[in-house]
DNA sequence: CTGAAAGCGCTTACAG
DNA sequence: CTGAAAGCGCTTACAG
């Protein structure tokens, strides 16, 4: 017997490969070679006519699908980028989600969606594992995050849009709007209209830390002007409706001396009114009521609801436009973009 | 001169390839063999303490983020999951997407989201896109799509789980609640309360074909029962309660002869509840309200509104639950399971 | 316009 | 417990 015949001897198939149609599959049914084939999918005007259509129906026939992890592996290229968000059960970050996926859609990218639950750490794994696929570049929301998470984008060498708030350090790019100036121009509206005993109603305080940006820039607008006074109510996490419905009434009782409260958002501050309405508590009346966001039903309960409206779709489409520029090799004309916001006074207030 | 020379000249490196820290540069550092470093991250109980202990301490001073691609196209194992949804700003699909998300992260996979607008020829392209990432398996919403879809899902020969809607034929696994039925139960109720002009109002119902199940369970009903009349109403896509809001006033006007109103979902019958309270329309006295979908919000109106809810996070867990017993090779107890609902009767009816 | 060779960064058997 | 060889399915230069 031959001793060398057992290294002779054709190898099993992998365990567990699945036997998917191949692109050298295609080449040999149409007779030509797999580069060809490639060439034909990828950039068709470089290869002649009679080729292309017999290769396309090949395709057809076969049903061939590329297997995009080689052809990304091949050309160091992937078209999938990640966005890294808190949170999905939030409208806020839905719309600027909807923005970016238009945008890079309309590019030919595709969206790998990662939500942390406000949790850094989680934030942080996310990123790792994400940066492990090869994107172009990331998307993320807000401008804090874990040392390592910072450090492992930096060193990622791609472009990275932190989306959301506007604030000075970014690690690239940034985009987004000032929470702190919110909570300033809601603090003076509420003293304008003569409030003089402001709550901030709010959920998570520790982890949303832009709620906290805008209780901190009414809080000090606050102390700046005097006369009034400010505090802070934290409600266990639950439906943004419910929450504010149940915060009216035990805030109220807390400190009959409240006059006027800002929610951590609109949700909340729509469960209010419509608590007031069931109880007969008049708004604005015995207590003014403020939300954050500008949905489109905070203009639809009685009476309509004093907000700030923020461009979100707005943020996700800049955000990804900015980042698909670099990409594509053109710096984006501003590295940093305070998209900005709006005060909806209504009736509430 | 040798002419051979140009061709031992050694190549340049591929053009914009990003130089990562790679495998083989944890090995060369830590003195062992590539192969030893992917045990030692991936099977770790298989290397000794000693060696694992010094790889991983090359690992975290390089900064080594391993290649996904690499690893995937070697293994033929991603644990990428696709979930084709046809919208986000729907919160539906958000809390069906939340269970899923949970399910699969806590078996080590990650979610890879594509929204298709409610477009058959979208779907069909993510469908294909995303198999191309050679997925364990794919979850997607609904039961009906174009043929292609259905023969390249088949075709993939993975797991696929349908979720959303219960019917008699899927593709492979099916997770959901039937419409019709939801919308027959919904008219027992509003009969049963004497209601005998019955409006159905929904948007977008040539795509949103579950809502117009709901729509035709409810007219079937009520031609059995006779006695009553139905009628459609469609709207102008929009945000659901400004929808419901205009809705109210023109239905009425339209067709004064209508004394109930069945909602496509709850944030619409929102809308016309808070478009009642501001005009004086008594609600159940001149129209009776319904929604449908059971979220938070619709205990909290004036009336509480009647709605049948849906238990879309247990949808996601369910569909995730099916697929990973699938992919880890043991088939679920049950190929296709019925949710069901609940009828929330309030006094909006 | 078309193709043969090499390589992307991993993992899988197989062998010690 | 550790390693040398082969291969996953593509694409990139290079050469005709």
Redesign the interface.
């Known amino acids: 017997m031959d001793p060398s015949s057992a290294s002779l001897r054709p190898r099993e198939p992998?365990r567990?490969?699945?036997t998917?149609v191949t692109l050298s599959d295609v080449a040999a049914a149409a007779g030509v070679s797999p580069i060809t084939v490639s060439r034909a999918l990828n950039t068709p005007e470089t290869v002649s006519e009679v080729l292309r259509g017999r290769i396309n129906a090949t395709v057809e026939a076969l049903?061939y699908?590329?297997?995009?992890?080689?052809g990304?592996?091949a050309s160091?290229?992937?078209r999938?980028i990640p966005v890294i968000v808190p949170s999905?059960?939030n409208?806020v970050f839905?719309?600027v989600?909807?923005g970016i996926?238009e945008t890079i859609e309309a590019a030919g990218y595709?969206?790998?969606?990662?939500?942390t639950d406000y949790d850094l750490d989680r934030e942080a794994a996310l990123a790792?594992?994400l940066?492990?696929?090869?994107p172009p570049g990331v998307l993320l929301a807000g401008l804090r995050h874990l040392p390592r998470t910072a450090?492992?984008l930096k060193?990622?060498?791609v472009p990275v849009v932190e989306f959301m708030e506007y604030g000075a350090r970014c690690i690239d790019m940034n985009v987004g709007l000032s929470h702190v100036r919110a909570g300033a121009v809601m603090a003076a509206h509420l003293l304008e209209r003569g409030y003089r005993r402001i709550g901030f109603v709010g959920t998570r305080m520790r982890d949303d830390y832009r709620a906290r940006q805008r209780y901190e820039g009414m809080r000090r607008h606050i102390a700046e002007v005097g006369g009034a006074s400010d505090i802070l109510f934290e409600y266990p996490w639950g439906?943004g409706?419910?929450v504010g419905?149940h915060a009216l009434a035990d805030v109220l009782a807390a400190d009959p001396q409240v006059d006027a409260l800002f929610f951590a958002n609109d949700e909340m501050a729509?469960?209010a009114v419509?608590?007031a309405?069931?109880d007969g508590i008049a708004v604005p009346g015995r207590v003014a009521v403020a939300g954050f966001n500008g949905l489109?039903?905070s203009a639809?309960?009685?009476p309509a609801l004093t907000t700030i409206t923020s461009p979100r779709k707005e943020i996700g489409k800049q955000a990804a436009t900015m980042l698909l520029s670099r990409i594509n090799g053109t710096p984006p004309v501003q590295r940093r973009i305070d998209v900005g916001f709006v005060l909806e006074a209504r009736s509430s207030t």
């Open positions: 992998r567990g490969r699945r998917a049903g699908v590329p297997n995009r992890m080689a990304a592996l160091a290229k992937t999938v999905l059960s409208v839905v719309e989600i909807e996926q595709q969206m790998l969606l990662g939500s790792s594992t940066l492990g696929w090869a450090t492992l060193n990622a060498d439906p409706q419910e419905w729509v469960g419509l608590r309405q069931r489109p039903m639809l309960v009685t």
